[in-house]
């Protein structure tokens, strides 16, 4: 199958300024992330990957390292509005499927990037896919900074919340002595999932996506998929083994992911 990747690219950063052009092994860090999911394809099968970036600076970047780049507008809310723009200056046919890749993941896992693809294509009512994998523990289920979706029974998302959902009903009485497990045994498999912030889109519904009424559960959860539920569009997501490394959001993540491509150099 055919599709687009595109990784939106913002040069503003309250944490890491500059992020997208940080060095990574040499590297700005979105080059790096073009690179990584680049190399998870045999010659000449790699999808288009194109960096949506806000800046000259970083279009000039990847354009030195290979990696082709559009200039968007720097006035965009959020990243679906410049994931829209960047579909516009491609080109890109209403039926086309395209990937969002932060531009903040360069230890992203490619074959991750192909399966979201081929996950839309295979459910052609969806507008949108996604990826999570199985929740295990406590911690993760109460993190507020963990989103968690319910799926259906044909794999689709019924929810995504930063609250513990589902909850079972009996551990209501642990939660209030403060005495809830940390693994949850009882918990029947299949059911609490940690979501992935991945997405694969169908260009005339990401077209459509930023001009859709922002949905009062998006903003009271601050999750922006839940404007697609809210609207009655199907997500449907695709469920993997085990978490993707995590993304570089602080000081402290890009000195370990530097660690990382100093160990492994040729990645």
Known sequence: MTYTVLIPARLASTRLPNKPLLLINGKPMVVQVAHRVASGFATGMAPKIVVAADDESIVRACQAHGVKAVLTRTDHASGSDRLAEACEILGLS????VVNVQGDEPLINPALVGVVAQCL???????????????????????????????????????????????????????????????????????SYRHIGIYGYRVHFLSQFPRLQ???????????????????????????D??????VDTPEDLVRV?????QRPLE
């Not at 295990?136 to 995504?160: D, I, M, W």
Request: aromatic share 8%.
């Open 242 to 247: 085990d978490a993707p490394e995590a993304g």
């Open 121 to 191: 294509q295979a459910h052609p009512r969806a507008a949108m896919s996604t990826a999570a994998h199985p929740i295990a523990l406590a911690s993760e289920l109460l993190n507020p900074n963990v989103v968690k979706v319910v799926l259906g029974a044909a794999g689709q998302a019924l929810y995504f919340s930063r609250a513990p959902i589902p909850w079972q009903r009996d551990l209501f009485p642990a939660l209030e002595r403060g005495s809830l497990p940390n693994e949850w045994p009882t918990l029947a498999p299949g059911t």
């Open 94 to 97: 209403a039926d086309d499927i």
């Open 214 to 240: 922002a949905a009062p559960l998006e903003q009271l959860e601050a999750l922006e998929q839940l404007r697609a539920l809210w609207h009655g569009y199907t997500i449907q997501v695709h469920v993997c």
């Open 258 to 262: 530097r660690a990382h491509f100093a």
